[in-house]
């Protein structure tokens, strides 16, 4: 939520840091702005697009080599071009721009109205940084100790940066809660909510933790805590290349994203799976194995898709692993007061790592001394660096803000632990082992069958996307993926979607069928598909469209159905892999039909960094 971008160096600021915002776009998109220092602050902000920005600066001359951006989600303050970041101090001679939430805020406006500030937003930032301003003018020497005194000061979420029009080659920085990473070049800094502006020029980059503060010069970094004291910077390497966060040719990164799925899961499996051997290495799992075999309960903590892939490992790891799961929004875990018990273990998931219910949902369970364990594909990640251990599921950057080849990754990455701890436990025999790891291996070259019928989806999803309503059925392993296939047409289309089990529909949802519903199946054969035959049967009893994704060869369900898509047969554990690509592609086109922003849908952001 909210991308930040900030540089300082010899290089041209403006192209760099609007380049940078556009890579973080996808972390919200109300509104854009960027300062420049350069013989005073100049500040260009607009509400919209980074696009918008860049056209209004058509012309305009925007040399500098220090500056500071920012790609806003709204919280307070809805988009406007005045409510757009960055914010300037009282005086004009700071300006800073904020990702997060500062939640004591109406306290600190109240205090600074009644020594006369004045506001010309509605944010929290603004109030920040003029708090930071009069600690500055009247307590303390330096900016970088008036930060720190604010913030000391301050509830809430953040990471600020802001340029000083009397310190103009420096950054002052400072986290808690929300992502920074810093890129070490020569002469130069690189800073930004996530390493995909800074990759094209360093791969050497400080991953910033909560309660440090940056300050930033051309040649220096220095990193503080909030107390003053200096702590050495930690650089780690860049793994990740500059292709990956491109569009390769693909009209959105949504659709690369799809396709990329072979390969991602794939990447998953490499080095970790192999079939020839019958085994299952992950290094981050196996030196923690007894935690998971003697578990007397798994709690899942998740949100969003995420949360869905927690509930299919739900239905998993019981069948294979006999140990009982859980399954949380951690959004509700975080406020209520859930009993955790010695021998719980708790599988976090997130695609971003900086999810901010599932990372305070993590923080709590820790106090109480659970042991955590992180499904997480962005390496260094706040989630990744809370856990006590985990598994990256390798699916390279997603883009696109609604997550497809980072769920199946999770799948796979859960799947793999319930068979090795299914294996270590007895529960499942060598037989049994050996099968769902065959399985497993074939599921990118099945995933590339689907993809072939990508024109027919496209079809269907013309003739479909007119509908005011869907809904999504799914039974046993497929249910989560009935309901992550309702979550990603919603996303992305704006037609109201729900998913729901199968049989529970006959409960209340079936009075909404007439022949202006469609209704997605997700209907691979498993062992009760006569069940979800005869609900689709009730469907066709009441003039419903039946659309069904069923497995190869089921004629059965094609003499029900008014239209079909077709995945590969495989095992009902593995079924949900391949379920879920069809249902992808049928959101990502119905999008396209109505001419929407698929890689952009309104009101969403990548990396849900606010409660
Ligand atoms: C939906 C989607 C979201 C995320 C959710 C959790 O397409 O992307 O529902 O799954 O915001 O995000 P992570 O996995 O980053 O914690």
Known sequence: MCGIVAYTGKREAYPLILKGLKRLEYRGYDSAGIALVNQGIQVYKKMGKVAVLEDSL????????????????????????RNAH??????????????????????????????????????????????????????????????????????????????????????????????????????????????????????????????????VKPDELILKNLGNE??????????????????????????????????????????????????????????????????????????????????????VLEELCRIPVEVEYASEFRYRNPVIREGDVIIAISQSGETADTLVAIDMAKKQKAFIFGVVNVVGSSISRQSDAGAYTHAGPEIGVASTKAFTAQLVVLMMIALKVGYAKKSIDKVRFLHLINELNEVPEKINFILQSAENIQALAEKYKDARDFLYLGRGYNFPIALEGALKLKEISYIHAEGYPAAEMKHGPIALVDESLPVVFVATK??????????????????????????????????????????????????????????????????????????????????????
């Not at 058509?58 to 071009?81: F, K, N, V």
Request: glycine fraction near 8%; aromatic fraction near 6%; proline fraction near 4%.
């Open 58 to 81: 058509l012309g305009i001359s925007l040399s500098s080599q220090t500056g500071i951006g920012h790609t806003r989600w709204a919280t307070h303050g809805e988009p406007s071009d």
């Open 86 to 215: 960055p914010h300037r101090s009282s005086n004009g001679k700071l300006a800073m721009v904020h990702n997060g939430i500062i939640e004591n805020y109406a306290l600190l406006k109240q205090e600074l109205s009644n020594k006369g500030y004045q506001f010309d937003s509605d944010t929290d930032t603004e109030v920040l940084l003029k708090f930071i301003e009069d600690i500055h003018i009247h307590h303390a020497g330096s900016l970088e100790e008036a930060v720190r005194i604010a913030l000391r000061r301050v509830v809430g979420a953040y990471v600020i940066i802001i340029v000083d029009e009397d310190d103009p080659e420096t950054l002052i920085a400072a986290r808690k809660g929300s992502p920074l990473v810093i890129g070490i070049g020569k002469g130069e800094h690189f800073l930004a909510s996530d390493a995909s502006p800074i990759i094209e020029y360093t791969k050497e980059v400080v991953y910033i933790n909560d309660y440090e503060v940056a300050i």
């Open 230 to 315: 200096r702590i050495t910077p930690f650089i780690t390497q860049l793994d990740m290349e500059l292709a990956a966060i491109e569009k390769g040719g693909f009209d959105h990164f949504m659709l690369k994203e799809i396709f990329e799925q072979p390969v991602s899961v794939y990447d998953c499996l490499r080095g970790r799976l192999d079939a020839q051997l019958g085994t299952i290495r992950m290094g981050g799992v196996d030196p923690h194995l007894d935690k998971l075999t003697n578990a007397n309960r798994i709690i899942i903590i998740a949100c969003g898709t995420s949360w869905h892939a927690g509930l299919v490992a739900e239905y």
């Open 526 to 611: 498993d062992a009760y598909h006569e069940k979800i035959m005869s609900n689709a049967q009730e469907i066709k009893a009441r003039k419903g469209k039946v659309l069904a994704v069923i497995s190869e060869g089921d004629v059965e369900f094609i003499s029900i159905a008014d239209d079909v898509m077709v995945v590969p047969v495989a095992d009902e554990l593995i079924a949900p892999l391949l379920s879920v690509v069809p249902l992808q592609l049928l959101a990502y086109y119905i999008g396209l039909a109505k001419g929407l922003d698929v890689d952009k849908p309104r009101n969403l952001a990548k990396s849900v960094t606010v409660e």
